[in-house]
């Protein structure tokens, strides 16, 4: 018997926490700012309804259809599909190999936030004391004791917060996607009431219209939408393995879809009320900080906590808030990312879930020691420039033409709609054939025109060779060679044989 | 802030939590039409 979510509520508030990530508090508001403001609020909440939620409804309907993690559900769609759902584990599991070092640095800001450690400049004590960078990608340095001690405690949170399956993720998110939400509520508030943040939310919500003729723009807010739902490397359809078959993905998908979208506008108050509180107390425009990644969390959000007005322990306290906000933003997508390669291996293979778990951290931490070097910063931005890009793009457009094309969206349209309170019409199918992977190709298409004329970054092309191309084949092999192992007790039931094959 | 940026505000206030207001809201009725239907039964 197949394990279940323990309720409605706890799979709603898995599948946003594992969706509402970091790239909710610092990518969304600084690609608003520079896609036109609050201008590009308009692309961005047409890709959310005719890309976000048709992507997001596909894959919990594929887990929820096939009962299975990605692998086995595309091998029930079509046998030749095996590999592309394990080419969309493996590149889950290349991002949460990078993704725990986050998680690590944020666990080192939290202890340090206690003496409000970075006080003396931010940026040197990011760079120097935490990260201790060299100066190339190809200086490795040996390992930032910092991050590699925390990075240890990131993957055994991980392992604990799974370490039962969807009972003990259900108890987890209560706290993982609650508290976060919490916390940057407060921040908001106290940002909002500093001096110069409403001209800050000025920069963040003052449309310029017409960005909306720059397909950039259309480009960026599909890119966001995609990279923000936690779709295309199998986690969703891993948790919706975990439904029952009269469950109403349709309502639940709606209500995923918008709280990450209203999470990601949330964040954009927290952070441009703070940029303008800086450019209020030190002149510096907002146009000249660092306001998305690494650079606005680890660099001016902590410049601006130590220049709180209070005192030391109002600074000690919004520094504690911010780091534990983005530790548990982020812990609940890594975690489900760990459970969709989970689920991958032991559908397939029938493997002791908790070996296998223990296995695939330990494989996590392994691999993600090269982030934990003092060059983990270049790598990490290549590897996640090209598994992002590349990967989870190509893979969407496969998956969309599969299951449009191949599976029949109609047919997927009907199994879900039957226990769907909100019913969608024929505007999906037409989404999932051709709208979506058509947005994704002149994404991928404008990706690769812009890689082609320059490196990345400035970065030597051996670098982006080894940690971008390279690794893009690797899980494209992976993919591959996983698919030509045979199934342990493969039983697929008569209504659900590989309409490929013999259907 | 300036009265475009306010006007975008008060939109996208609407769109987005609008939308998950409204999701929640048909998930509350389906369930509690659900647990009626199982009373009866």
């Not at chain 1, 595309?74 to 998680?103: C, D, M, P, Q, R």
């Not at chain 1, 410049?303 to 911010?322: K, N, W």
């Not at chain 1, 982030?371 to 969309?400: M, P, R, S």
């Not at chain 2, 009265?3 to 609407?14: H, P, Q």
């Amino acid at each position: 018997m197949r394990e279940r979510w323990s309720s409605r509520t706890i799979f709603i508030m898995a599948a946003v926490g594992s969706a509402v990530g970091l790239g909710n508090a610092w990518r969304f508001p600084g690609m608003a700012y520079n896609n036109g403001g609050g201008a590009f609020l308009i692309p961005y909440f047409v890709a959310l309804i005719t890309a976000g939620i048709p992507l997001l409804l596909l894959e919990i309907s594929i887990g929820k259809k096939f009962q299975t993690g990605a692998p086995s559900a595309f091998a029930k769609i079509h046998k030749g599909f095996e590999g592309l759902g394990w080419w969309a584990v493996a590149t889950g599991f290349v991002i949460v190999s990078y993704y725990t070092v986050i998680l690590a640095w944020s666990l080192n800001y939290i202890w340090s936030a206690f003496t409000v450690a970075w006080s003396g400049g931010a940026e040197g004590y990011f760079y120097n004391n935490i990260l201790q960078i060299t100066d190339s990608p190809g200086i490795l340095g040996g390992f930032s004791l910092p991050v590699l001690g925390t990075m240890v405690l990131a993957w055994i949170a991980v392992w604990w917060c799974i370490r039962h399956g969807v009972k003990s993720v259900g108890k987890v998110v209560k706290w993982t996607v609650l508290l976060p939400v919490a916390l940057m509520i407060v921040l908001a508030i106290r940002a909002l009431t500093l001096p110069g943040a409403i001209e800050g939310l000025n920069y963040y919500l003052k449309p310029d219209f017409s960005a909306l003729l720059d397909v950039n723009v259309w480009a960026a807010a599909f890119g966001q939408i995609f990279f923000t739902l936690s779709v295309l490397f199998g986690v969703m359809i891993a948790y919706g393995s975990y439904l029952s078959k009269d469950s109403d993905t349709t309502t639940d998908t709606v209500i995923i879809a918008f709280a990450d979208a209203g999470i990601s506008f949330l964040a954009g108050f927290a952070v441009f009320g703070t940029l303008g509180y800086i450019m209020h107390t030190s002149g510096v425009a907002i146009g000249d900080m660092s306001i998305a990644g690494v650079g606005l969390a680890f660099v001016t959000y902590p410049e601006a906590i130590s220049q709180l007005p209070g005192g030391a322990l109002v600074q000690v306290i919004f520094g504690l808030m911010f780091f534990l906000m983005l530790f548990t933003l982020g812990i609940d997508s890594a975690f489900s990312i760990v459970e969709g390669v989970v689920t991958g291996l032991v559908d397939k293979f029938k493997w002791n879930r908790s070996k296998t778990l223990l296995a695939v951290c330990f494989a996590g931490f392994a691999g993600g020691l090269i982030f934990a070097t003092k060059a983990g910063l270049y790598w990490l931005d290549i590897v996640d420039y090209f598994t992002n890009n590349f990967n989870l793009i190509v893979i969407g457009i496969i998956e969309c033409l599969l299951v449009g094309w191949v599976y029949g969206a109609g047919k997927m349209r009907a199994f879900f709609n039957e226990t769907g309170t909100i019913k969608f019409g024929k505007w999906w199918d037409l989404m999932i054939r051709i709208v979506t992977p058509l947005a994704l190709l002149v994404i991928s298409v404008m990706w690769i025109i812009e890689n082609i004329n320059t490196n990345y970054e400035g970065y030597e092309s051996i670098h982006l060779l080894l940690g971008g191309w390279i690794v893009v084949a690797a899980t494209i092999v992976i993919g591959f060679v996983m698919m030509l192992f045979k199934d342990r007790n493969r039983h697929i039931p008569a209504d659900d044989k590989p309409i490929g094959v013999d259907g | 802030m300036e009265t475009s940026a306010w006007i975008m505000l008060v939109v996208a206030v609407v769109l987005l939590y609008g939308g998950l207001a409204w999701g929640i809201s048909v998930a509350v009725r389906s369930e509690r039409q659900a647990q009626s239907k199982q009373v009866a039964e």
